[in-house]
């Protein structure tokens, strides 16, 4: 099974922008679809992006769309997020995830079956 791990959060101030990486131990093109969630203190993951590998389809949550970019480096094994116009309440703990299987969609939590540890993004206002 794929293993990842996120780096890139940190804090930022509204409206700058910031680029999260999901390094994969295997190969991403392994994978079926792959995508970012997030969790706010007090709250549920929520969907934010996922691509889908043989199209190189990209979805996003209506909250992120025009600001966040989701992309995937095959030959370096990483997933991207590119976030910009951030806003405070973008904050959250950020999650990349895989999926082995092939679905219709990504936009549930349980479509995913690996996940990485998380980093964490903080906006100020």
């Known amino acids: 099974q794929v293993q990842l791990v996120e780096s890139g959060g940190g804090l930022v101030q509204a409206g700058g922008s910031l680029r999260l990486s999901c390094a994969a131990s295997?190969?991403?093109?392994?994978?079926?679809?792959m995508g970012w969630f997030r969790q706010a203190p007090g709250k549920e993951r929520e969907f934010v992006a996922f691509i889908r590998w043989s199209s190189r389809s990209t979805y996003y949550a209506d909250s992120v769309k025009d600001r966040f970019t989701i992309s995937g480096d095959n030959a370096k094994n990483t997933l991207y997020l590119q976030m910009s116009s951030l806003k405070p309440e973008d904050t959250a703990v950020y999650y990349c995830a895989a999926s082995k299987t092939n679905y219709a969609s990504y936009y549930p939590t349980n479509r995913f079956d690996a996940w990485g540890q998380g980093t964490q993004v903080t906006v100020s206002s």
């Open positions: 295997g190969r991403i093109s392994s994978t079926y679809a």
